[in-house]
């Protein structure tokens, strides 16, 4: 249990973090959710990687636990640098550009509805394949596949409505 703790506490944490937005909760839930993996433990069938069946916990409890203000708002944080093979030392701007991007990115998101974000954030920022999407998710992998692209074409669209090619991104 302490190398599973140590292996995936922090991409648990930065997990319920990214749908609660506060960090005392967040803590509070990750803890809950490695207390339900030691409680549940001869539940785990190995069909999936162990982090999959933890985010699942994860989700889950996030859900239970998130505030009506936040369930409202529900506005994903990026984090990371999108863009930022586009920074150059010799170009001074560059780095500005790159925030400007990000900001962009993130308003976009915004507008995506909740299930779209959530495909993002679990592809593009978790790193999940599509089977643990589809397994975090609850629901068929050929769902989760259908549901990337079209949050995938929804994202293309709201960035080129906002003046920026996606390609660059």
Same mark, same amino acid.
């Given at each position: 249990?302490? @190398? &599973?703790?140590s292996?995936?506490? *922090?991409?648990?944490?930065?997990?319920?973090?990214?749908? &609660?937005?506060?960090?005392?909760?967040?803590?509070?839930? %990750?803890?809950? +959710?490695?207390?339900?993996?030691?409680?549940?433990?001869?539940?785990?069938?190995?069909?999936? #990687?162990?982090?999959?069946? @933890?985010?699942?916990?994860?989700?889950?409890? /996030?859900?239970?636990?998130?505030?009506?203000?936040? @369930?409202?708002?529900?506005?994903?944080h990026?984090?990371?640098?999108?863009? #930022?093979? #586009?920074?150059? /030392?010799?170009?001074?701007? #560059?780095? *500005?550009?790159?925030?400007?991007?990000? %900001? @962009?990115?993130?308003?976009?998101?915004?507008?995506?509805? /909740?299930?779209?974000?959530? +495909?993002?954030?679990?592809?593009?920022?978790?790193?999940?394949s599509?089977?643990?999407?589809?397994?975090? *998710?609850?629901?068929?992998?050929?769902?989760?596949?259908?549901?990337?692209?079209?949050?995938?074409?929804?994202?293309?669209?709201?960035?080129?409505?906002?003046? +920026?090619?996606?390609?660059?991104?």
């Open positions: 249990m302490r @190398i &599973l703790f292996r995936h506490h *922090l991409a648990v944490y930065r997990f319920v973090m990214q749908r &609660l937005r506060d960090k005392a909760l967040a803590e509070d839930v %990750t803890s809950e +959710v490695f207390l339900d993996v030691w409680r549940n433990a001869s539940q785990f069938q190995g069909r999936s #990687a162990a982090l999959t069946w @933890i985010l699942a916990i994860a989700r889950h409890k /996030a859900f239970a636990a998130r505030p009506k203000s936040v @369930i409202h708002q529900s506005v994903i990026l984090g990371g640098d999108i863009g #930022a093979a #586009a920074e150059c /030392a010799d170009d001074p701007e #560059a780095p *500005l550009q790159v925030q400007d991007r990000k %900001t @962009i990115l993130r308003k976009c998101m915004t507008r995506l509805s /909740a299930e779209h974000r959530e +495909v993002i954030d679990l592809v593009y920022y978790q790193e999940q599509m089977e643990s999407v589809a397994t975090i *998710l609850g629901i068929p992998r050929s769902t989760a596949k259908t549901r990337v692209f079209y949050a995938r074409k929804r994202l293309a669209d709201e960035l080129r409505k906002s003046g +920026v090619d996606w390609i660059s991104l």
